[in-house]
């Protein structure tokens, strides 16, 4: 027999769909089977931004062909609300008030999807208009919050900042971004006995699926069956967002017994779901000639929307990433979560810490400007230190710092100084094409800040064949998370991957699960299938010894069978005298993160089982005649610990990048003085293609990298912080930026740094180096 398993951990394994999602036999919730006598759901959508409902004739919808019935909030048996919060404040239809264009006021099923689209545009509806606030410089002054602000504070930074040597302040305007899912929202409901009722929604939270619908019908949550077997991609828009759509089908489904469909169009589905929260930062930092850091004072001010969503949350992340891998001694950071009547915005990729991120490293880059100095280097000069230097402003203690070695292998690798050095003699000699570099750090925290996320569960059966059924909480979404999890499987049993079965995630088998988010899926459903598996295990040893009559030690697990003294039987024969012998061979398993805690008052705790580390190193060329640009190469050296799976790791960390690539140069949301959102499809909103990837792209894993904490198998999170990685991009095009004026002045880009900005950033520093020549004349 083989002395190796297939599919074991640390081993590079495909997807587990990657064949069926290329042959389009991947079944998303729009290819099922529909049931017969369907009913496909539209929603008609408010036009105003902030009004009161003077007039809502839906008449006119009834009598449309195909439609059968047309649901207001007055219909909802339940609570109307799907608010991800204790707030109570997001209504599931719209009744005398709306908040934003594109609230959902009604929504109408018909025979057809076409016959309900129709429809939905026939009601008659009049507005007494309110002022409306869009835009979060607006909603600054107006100081109204959708939730509860957060300080961090360590030391005086007011006084650090007054005694430094030197001091600077600025602003800068970090945008938003789409989550442009390839399988947009979309929610299958079907009715059975009494109030039960089955979903199928694309979502990366079924739990709260589930509880979502429940609270509408006025059922209790067992009544209500959620699942999912995979998604079109999530990246945090089907965390919360797809509470709407499912509750919808669900009050469809029940009112007329018949099955219900929803699926808006991309339009509709980018006007009515959140976003990633765009930030206006305020900074001001004291340093010294060196460039260290000696205090320094942020405010993050969020467009939220309409109602709180988790933009709670979400702020408090962005101000724990605020100082990335730098210690600063004296330091105060606040969140403002700004109300305004645009869509609420969500959960996306990182939460809140890429915005933190870049708001930091902006902080770290006006320095550099201020002193002439290679940003790199008082990057170095403020990283913390493995000993000393080392709490944070949420005064954890950076245990596991790592991205002194990161950051010094990557320059090596990518031979940044030579390349720095050549781009500045390129740039001296091309009048028409800027070259820039940039090598930024990433540390980023891994955990949900809501202590009571960071649990799983699981359920594992091995059948009389040796076959084994595995079931947990995790949503699969592209990333690879089902097939992480059944490696984990398969080395406990010492089993060929083939032999263990990935089933669609529902609450049927495992309740009370959290998000699919946080980067936590693999930490946190690999340990609850591991503790199952490992039941099993123990049981069948347990039998073994006793059978046979020798020490439990002497029960040894190899590749696809079993050493039981001097003799070896398949896994398959053990499995089976188990049977025989009335062994149970099913388990859950459940896991809570260890160690963490957050007094989020206090603005004290540990809110983060580990930081996962990176660091990227970006060349780009941009034309100064139309702020165009191409990224040139980028290396990147990211840490994942022991990687479960190398190969999906890799996919994550270039992904990742790409997206937060996007994220920063191209994909700009924009809302016109109506309240409407104008970039709402492909043709509007650009996100990166393939032209747009680095032409040369170069990703590795830290060798020999282990996690400090005993996270599974010694692994690290990989979904968001790779993200991150992408800063370096924006700072390439900044250092391109840059040399129109000989380096002297910081560009302070915006972004997303488009073209137009980047041109807008060239002809302003153009200005600025011709103003004292002009004095001068």
């Known amino acids: 027999m083989s002395d190796r398993i297939e599919g074991a951990v640390h081993e590079a394994r495909p997807h587990d769909s990657a064949a069926r999602h290329v042959t389009g036999e991947a079944l998303y919730i729009d290819d099922l089977p529909e049931p017969q006598g369907l009913l496909h759901v539209y929603l008609g959508l408010?036009?105003?931004?902030?009004?009161?409902?003077?007039?809502?004739?839906?008449?006119?919808?009834?009598?449309?062909?195909g439609v059968v019935c047309v649901l207001t909030a007055a219909d909802v048996p339940g609570e109307n609300d799907v608010s991800a919060t204790h707030r109570h404040d997001e209504p599931l239809l719209a009744t005398d008030l709306v908040q934003f264009v594109g609230q959902p006021i009604f929504a109408v099923a018909a025979r057809t999807r076409e016959q309900a689209r129709r429809a939905a545009r026939l009601a008659i509806v009049e507005y007494e208009e309110l002022p409306a606030v869009l835009d979060v410089e607006e909603a600054l002054p107006r100081g109204e919050l959708v939730?509860?602000?957060?300080?961090?504070?360590r030391g005086d930074a007011r006084a650090a900042i007054a005694a430094a040597p030197r001091r600077l302040k600025g602003r800068m305007r970090i945008g938003g971004q789409e989550h442009f899912y390839l399988e947009g929202q979309v929610a299958l409901a079907i009715p059975g006995e009494?109030?039960?009722?089955?979903?199928?929604?694309?979502?990366?939270?079924p739990s709260e699926i589930q509880h979502m619908v429940a609270k509408v019908l006025g059922v209790p949550s067992h009544s209500v069956t959620v699942e999912i077997r995979r998604m079109g991609g999530g990246f945090g828009g089907k965390e919360t967002q797809g509470n709407l759509f499912a509750c919808i089908a669900a009050l469809v489904a029940k009112?007329?017994?018949?099955?219900?469909?929803?699926r808006p169009d991309r339009d509709d589905?980018?006007?009515?779901?959140?976003?990633?929260?765009?930030?206006?930062v305020d900074y001001e930092v004291g340093f010294d000639d060196e460039g260290r850091i000696l205090g320094l004072d942020m405010t993050y001010a969020a467009r939220c929307g309409w109602s709180a969503d988790l933009s709670g949350p979400v702020t408090d992340r962005a101000l724990f990433h605020a100082e990335n891998c730098y210690f600063v001694p004296d330091v105060e950071l606040r969140s403002l979560p700004l109300k305004t009547n645009t869509v609420s915005n969500t959960a996306f990729r990182g939460f809140g810490g890429p915005q933190g991120m870049v708001g930091g490293e902006r902080v770290i880059e006006e320095i550099a400007f201020a002193l002439g100095l290679d940003p790199l280097e008082v990057r170095k000069r403020n990283f913390y230190g493995v000993e000393e230097r080392n709490v944070t402003p949420y005064h954890q203690t950076v245990e596991d710092n790592v991205i002194h070695e990161i950051v010094g292998e990557l320059e090596k690798r990518a031979a940044y100084a030579a390349r720095r050095e050549a781009i500045r003699a390129f740039n001296e000699n091309s009048r028409i094409i800027k070259r820039g570099i940039a090598l930024t750090p990433v540390k980023f925290g891994i955990s949900f800040t809501l202590t009571a996320y960071n649990q799983a569960g699981a359920l594992v059966h091995v059948y009389t064949d040796g076959s084994v059924h595995l079931n947990h909480g995790g949503t699969e979404m592209g990333q690879g998370l089902h097939t992480k999890v059944a490696q984990v499987v398969a080395e406990e049993f010492q089993i060929d991957i083939a032999h263990v079965k990935i089933t669609a995630t529902t609450t049927g088998k495992v309740p009370n699960t959290s998000a699919t988010a946080a980067s936590s899926g693999s930490d946190l459903n690999g340990q609850a299938a591991l503790a199952a598996a490992r039941t099993i295990k123990n049981r069948l040893i347990d039998f073994a010894a006793e059978h046979w009559s020798i020490p439990a030690d002497q029960v040894v697990f190899l590749p696809n069978r079993v050493r039981i003294g001097n003799q070896e039987i398949p896994f398959r024969a053990l499995v089976w005298q188990a049977y025989m012998a009335r062994v149970p061979l099913s388990a859950t398993g459940f896991y809570k993160t260890p160690k963490i805690h957050w007094d989020r008052a206090a603005g004290r705790g540990r809110p983060f089982y580990y930081f996962a580390y990176g660091a990227a190193c970006s060349e780009v060329a941009v034309d100064t005649l139309t702020g165009e640009y191409k990224v040139e190469r980028v290396d990147i050296l990211h840490d994942v610990g022991r990687s479960l799976n190398p190969a999906i790791d890799i996919g994550q960390i270039e992904g990742g990048f790409v997206q937060g690539m996007g994220w920063l140069t191209t994909e700009e949301l924009w809302w016109d003085e109506a309240g409407r959102l104008r970039t709402h499809a492909p043709s509007t909103y650009k996100i990166p293609a393939c032209g747009d990837r680095p032409r040369i792209f170069n990703v590795a894993l830290l060798e020999g990298a282990r996690n400090r904490e005993d996270a599974i198998h010694r692994s690290k999170a990989v979904g968001e912080p790779p993200f991150m990685l992408a800063i370096s991009v924006l700072h390439a095009i900044s250092d391109a930026v840059a040399s129109v004026a000989d380096y002297r002045f910081c560009p302070r880009l915006d972004t997303p740094a488009t073209p137009e900005r980047v041109l807008r950033a060239i002809e302003s520093l153009r200005e600025r180096v011709a103003e004292p020549e002009e004095r001068a004349a």
């Open 255 to 262: 009112k007329t017994g018949r099955a219900a469909k929803i």
């Open 269 to 280: 589905d980018m006007i009515v779901t959140g976003k990633r929260h765009d930030f206006l």
């Open 147 to 153: 939730t509860d602000p957060l300080t961090l504070r």
């Open 194 to 205: 009494a109030d039960e009722v089955q979903i199928f929604s694309s979502t990366q939270h």
């Open 46 to 65: 408010a036009t105003k931004p902030h009004a009161r409902i003077t007039k809502l004739d839906l008449a006119p919808v009834r009598a449309a062909e």
